[in-house]
């Protein structure tokens, strides 16, 4: 039998131990039983275990907000290099310019467009300023945001030496599309924008564009003069659009056309065009509106014509919006898959611009080409005459 109270002495002599000496060991054996006596640690030794570092965690403070927002911005810094790194395609960077067209001004400061504006300016004099308007910005918007309404003041003080008591002014004339490019004629004065507005009106005021068609239009000479007409197209994306409200329509038997009455809502709509070169299923057009109806030149090469201008998305469809979709030859030359062509510009530029009897004598200006245009003309094999007068050769202005 084991004697209890033996034990307990040695029990008590161990624990005396190891006060005196450093611990090596937690457990210790009674000499007289088989039995294991576990020795408890003071509270110092706990609380010195307690604060002591694990080395297989290490010392971590807890991360910050602050921390993480900067590790989330290093992340994807290195990320937007890696993608800059590796080696793009001749698509990929298509894909990309054409987003840069799409994109370029529509969202810059308002000085920082006037200064641009200033850069593009064709022809200036004390009645009239002509100046290449760019891709994507609309001449007008009752939205409040940027547009090149909106920056005229701050650019005609630019163009006085930025003088504080200027009475000089800039109010736009004959405007342009948001998605078209070229010549856009300013008034230096109300005076002066009436006379052009004026000058319109009788036909004196001399506009070509020059465009690229999905086609070739037979034939390659000649004037479409079909009335245009508002209306409204149903379905998932209710909108309007023009169309052709012709006033004649083939007969019954097929041998002939007959007049119809016209639709008091339509317009008369007359538009010259010619066809500058055609290559891979595609033209280079130049067009002379001889009216001003709303999209009056898209209308008629779609509708009329059946060659789509490149990059209009809208009269693609007749019946619903969505990108205009390519043949795929002209998707191969363009270096574009059918998915990517939403973001393809609309070619539609105004090109020429002659102006009679404003102060001076004949005003004619020569708007050059914006990048994006001519690089799909080399793209698709297109070429186009070069005037005498034309000196400068297409610039960078989008």
């Given at each position: 039998?084991?004697?209890?109270?033996?034990?307990?002495?040695?029990?008590?002599?161990?624990?005396?131990?190891?006060l005196?000496?450093?611990?090596?060991?937690?457990?210790?054996?009674?000499?007289?039983?088989?039995?294991?006596?576990?020795?408890?640690?003071s509270r110092?030794?706990?609380?010195?275990?307690?604060?002591?570092?694990?080395?297989?965690?290490?010392d971590?403070?807890p991360l910050?907000?602050?921390?993480?927002?900067?590790?989330?911005?290093?992340e994807?810094?290195?990320s937007?290099?890696?993608?800059?790194?590796?080696?793009?395609t001749?698509?990929?960077r298509r894909?990309?310019?054409?987003?840069?067209f799409?994109?370029?001004l529509?969202?810059?400061?308002?000085?920082?467009?006037?200064?641009h504006?200033?850069?593009?300016?064709?022809?200036?004099?004390q009645?009239?300023?002509?100046?290449?308007?760019?891709?994507?910005?609309?001449?007008?918007?009752s939205?409040?945001?940027?547009?090149?309404s909106s920056?005229?003041?701050?650019?005609?003080?630019?163009?006085d030496?930025?003088?504080v008591?200027?009475n000089?002014?800039?109010?736009?004339?004959?405007?342009?599309?948001k998605?078209?490019?070229?010549?856009?004629?300013?008034?230096r004065?109300?005076?002066a924008?009436e006379?052009v507005?004026?000058?319109?009106?009788?036909?004196?005021?001399?506009?070509?564009?020059?465009?690229?068609?999905?086609?070739?239009?037979?034939?390659?000479?000649?004037?479409?003069?079909?009335?245009?007409i508002?209306?409204?197209?149903?379905g998932s994306?209710?909108?309007?659009?023009?169309?052709?409200?012709?006033?004649?329509r083939?007969?019954?038997?097929g041998?002939?056309?007959?007049?119809?009455?016209?639709?008091r809502?339509?317009l008369?709509a007359?538009?010259?065009?010619?066809?500058?070169?055609?290559?891979?299923?595609?033209?280079l057009?130049?067009?002379?509106?001889?009216?001003?109806?709303?999209?009056?030149m898209?209308?008629?090469?779609?509708?009329?014509?059946?060659?789509?201008?490149?990059?209009?998305?809208?009269?693609?469809?007749t019946?619903?919006?969505?990108?205009?979709?390519?043949?795929?030859?002209?998707?191969?030359?363009?270096?574009?898959?059918?998915?990517?062509?939403?973001?393809?510009?609309?070619?539609?530029?105004a090109?020429?611009?002659?102006?009679?009897?404003?102060?001076?004598?004949t005003?004619?200006?020569?708007?050059?080409?914006p990048?994006?245009?001519?690089?799909?003309?080399?793209?698709l094999?297109?070429?186009f005459?070069r005037?005498?007068?034309?000196?400068?050769?297409?610039?960078?202005?989008?």
């Amino acid at each position: 039998m084991i004697n209890m109270n033996q034990c307990a002495r040695n029990l008590l002599t161990v624990n005396w131990n190891f006060l005196l000496q450093p611990l090596k060991k937690t457990q210790t054996k009674c000499h007289r039983c088989s039995g294991t006596s576990f020795v408890c640690p003071s509270r110092s030794q706990t609380t010195a275990t307690k604060q002591a570092p694990d080395p297989g965690k290490g010392d971590k403070s807890p991360l910050r907000a602050i921390d993480l927002a900067r590790k989330l911005r290093q992340e994807k810094s290195n990320s937007i290099t890696r993608a800059a790194e590796l080696p793009m395609t001749d698509q990929q960077r298509r894909i990309m310019d054409l987003k840069r067209f799409s994109l370029q001004l529509q969202n810059v400061h308002p000085n920082v467009l006037a200064k641009h504006l200033r850069k593009s300016v064709l022809y200036q004099d004390q009645h009239v300023v002509i100046i290449n308007k760019p891709y994507g910005l609309p001449v007008k918007d009752s939205t409040g945001d940027t547009s090149i309404s909106s920056v005229l003041p701050v650019l005609s003080k630019m163009m006085d030496g930025m003088k504080v008591r200027s009475n000089s002014q800039l109010l736009p004339c004959l405007g342009l599309e948001k998605e078209m490019t070229g010549a856009l004629l300013l008034g230096r004065s109300q005076e002066a924008v009436e006379h052009v507005l004026e000058l319109n009106k009788s036909n004196q005021v001399q506009r070509k564009y020059w465009l690229v068609t999905v086609g070739v239009p037979v034939p390659p000479e000649g004037m479409i003069d079909i009335p245009i007409i508002e209306r409204a197209v149903t379905g998932s994306r209710p909108h309007y659009k023009m169309a052709l409200s012709p006033i004649y329509r083939m007969n019954d038997l097929g041998d002939g056309l007959t007049k119809i009455r016209a639709n008091r809502q339509s317009l008369p709509a007359a538009t010259k065009y010619k066809v500058l070169d055609s290559h891979n299923g595609c033209s280079l057009v130049e067009l002379e509106p001889l009216t001003g109806v709303k999209h009056q030149m898209r209308v008629h090469m779609a509708f009329a014509m059946s060659c789509l201008i490149l990059g209009d998305h809208k009269y693609s469809h007749t019946e619903k919006l969505a990108p205009q979709k390519l043949p795929e030859r002209v998707l191969a030359k363009l270096g574009l898959e059918q998915s990517k062509t939403r973001h393809l510009p609309l070619h539609l530029h105004a090109r020429e611009l002659t102006l009679p009897g404003v102060g001076s004598g004949t005003i004619r200006v020569l708007c050059p080409l914006p990048k994006f245009f001519t690089q799909t003309l080399t793209r698709l094999n297109l070429t186009f005459p070069r005037e005498k007068d034309d000196k400068t050769p297409p610039s960078d202005i989008v």
